[in-house]
């Protein structure tokens, strides 16, 4: 969450309120800007988010909104066996690996090399597919959740 506080006068301080959570900043005046990151949601649902200021003569100003929190969906990378080395986003990985990203995102997965030998045993595994029967390397796009 971020503000510009327009008092021109003195300092005000930003108090932010959302399920049982408090935030509190001063701003330097004129024109401050705030930032806050919020880490009141639990879990997906409805939050009311209250910010009031309060400049040094006691005046104050509050401003309540209604929010609907969408946490980011949980994607897990893996294969078949586990352990082998994938490329996602330019990166090397061993999966299993799981990342949050954003409902609409779209990501390269790809195999780092087609052959890949065992860690323990020295069994050479070879990749086949994915089970979309993509190329070795495609770009993904993260679907938003079902409302359920």
């Known amino acids: 969450m971020t503000g510009v506080i327009a008092d021109a006068l003195s300092d005000v301080t930003v108090t932010i309120t959302c399920d049982g959570h408090t935030y509190a900043k001063t701003v330097a005046t004129p024109g401050g800007t705030f930032s806050q990151t919020l880490t009141a949601f639990a879990s997906a649902g409805g939050y009311t988010i209250t ?10 100003s509050m401003s309540r909104r209604n929010v609907i929190y969408q946490p980011a969906p949980i994607i897990t990378v893996t294969s078949t066996p586990l352990g082998r080395t994938l490329v996602v986003d330019g990166t090397p990985v061993v999966t299993p690996q799981s990342y949050n990203w ?13 052959t890949q030998t065992g860690i323990v ?16 390397s ?11």
């Open 51 to 60: 910010v009031t200021t309060a400049d040094a003569n006691g005046n104050q």
């Open 102 to 114: 954003s409902a609409g995102s779209s990501h390269t997965i790809a195999v780092l090399t087609t």
């Open 121 to 136: 045993s020295g069994t050479r595994y070879q990749f086949g597919s994915w089970p979309d029967a993509g190329a070795a």
């Open 138 to 148: 495609h770009t993904i796009t993260v679907l938003k959740p079902v409302d359920r």
